[in-house]
């Protein structure tokens, strides 16, 4: 608790936590590899590998539309002359369409002063920026803005550019008091496309499926297996943010390494434990998304291990082996899994 408080303070000798915890894991080491039934030595460890895989300033993880994507919004025109707009079925009447960003913790301040939305689509320079929470919070990890879709009437198919820009002014906050300090931009551009149909009365029930790369109509007897939505996992980091990324994942593999010494001398529970908890905490911080399954196979031996070894805790280590083998399932089939909590 002291440590955790000088490094939140940033009090002098205690500024950033490369500089503080490797000294810290020496001094843990020693404690673990001379006595591995010494509860105290684990539980501080635990506390160490929390702290380095933990980032405390907020980051842009995932948007929509995706960064660098052609939107194509297809609609459909009569063939009996009359102008059905394509998009009073996504959006009823307001002609508007979603810009999706998520952070990976809940931030406030999110709005036209913090955001920059350049665009023709942008006719509205103040957007209004609105979070997405379950308890009317202010702050939230999901925040949405409606940008308004072109003149449904026309007949050319030009390309609109927008451009999103974040960081670059003070503002976004975390809630736990931090500020969101990494200026990014992203691109991407929308298209109006319009597919000479019958009268919409007489297509039938329509559903509309929301894609990274578009969003279409599509009848509802479609053979089409039924769409899922997914954000695009940015991949954003300047050179201070790569220099403290290497570092925390210098120091997990670091660890890793240290506990297959261990285990190559005992057959410690809480060595296992603490081994498919590194592995998992290294393959989330990895990319391309590939390589966040690289250790999965390890780590489920590691489970089936334990399971025998401490039946006590079998049903803790059954749901721990079923959480690998559904991301192995996510990954495989090219469905981001949704992102939870410090693994420690």
């Known amino acids: 608790l002291l440590l955790s408080n000088l490094l939140k303070r940033k009090v002098e000798g205690f500024v950033s936590k490369e500089k503080v915890l490797p000294d810290?894991?020496?001094?843990?080491h020693q404690a673990i590899f001379t006595d591995p039934d010494d509860q105290s030595g684990w539980f501080y460890h635990l506390w160490l590998l929390d702290q380095t895989v933990r980032v405390d300033s907020p980051q842009l993880v995932s948007s929509w539309p995706t960064p660098g994507s052609d939107l194509i919004l297809l609609g459909d025109r009569c063939l009996d002359g009359c102008a059905s707009s394509p998009f009073t079925r996504f959006h009823l009447d307001s002609r508007t369409?979603?810009?999706?960003?998520?952070?990976?913790?809940?931030?406030?301040?999110?709005?036209?002063?913090?955001i920059t939305v350049d665009s023709e689509l942008n006719t509205n320079k103040d957007l209004v920026w609105k979070p997405l929470s379950s308890c009317?919070?202010?702050?939230?990890?999901?925040?949405v803005t409606q940008l308004n879709l072109p003149d449904g009437n026309t007949h050319s198919s030009k390309v609109f550019p927008v451009e999103v820009s974040l960081g670059h002014s003070q503002g976004i906050i975390s809630s736990s008091g931090f500020h969101y300090s990494n200026p990014f931009c992203f691109a991407f551009r929308v298209s109006l496309q319009f597919v000479e149909t019958q009268p919409v009365e007489?297509?039938?029930?329509?559903?509309?499926?929301?894609?990274?790369?578009?969003?279409?109509?599509?009848?509802?007897?479609?053979?089409?297996?039924?769409?899922?939505?997914?954000?695009?996992?940015?991949?954003?980091?300047?050179?201070?943010?790569?220099?403290?990324?290497?570092?925390?994942?210098?120091?997990?593999?670091?660890?890793?390494?240290?506990?297959?010494?261990?285990?190559?001398?005992?057959?410690?529970?809480?060595?296992?434990?603490?081994?498919?908890?590194?592995?998992?905490?290294?393959?989330a911080m990895m990319c391309p998304p590939a390589n966040k399954i690289s250790h999965s196979e390890e780590v489920l031996e590691l489970y089936n291990d334990l399971m025998r070894l401490d039946p006590t805790h079998v049903q803790y280590y059954k749901d721990q082996h079923s959480l690998v083998l559904l991301q192995q399932v996510f990954f495989l089939s090219g469905i981001p899994f949704p992102e939870k909590g410090s693994p420690f």
């Not at 009317?136 to 925040?143: E, I, L």
Request: one cysteine or more; aromatic letters at 12%.
């Open 24 to 28: 810290e894991y020496e001094f843990v």
């Open 97 to 114: 369409f979603p810009l999706v960003l998520y952070f990976n913790q809940a931030v406030e301040g999110v709005n036209s002063s913090t």
């Open 136 to 143: 009317n919070s202010k702050a939230a990890q999901v925040w």
């Open 202 to 283: 007489a297509l039938g029930k329509e559903i509309i499926s929301w894609r990274d790369e578009s969003f279409h109509n599509y009848n509802a007897h479609s053979q089409d297996s039924s769409p899922i939505s997914s954000l695009y996992q940015l991949s954003i980091k300047n050179d201070n943010e790569l220099t403290d990324f290497e570092w925390r994942a210098a120091t997990i593999a670091k660890e890793i390494d240290h506990f297959r010494e261990l285990l190559s001398l005992i057959n410690c529970k809480i060595g296992k434990l603490t081994l498919a908890r590194l592995l998992m905490a290294h393959d």
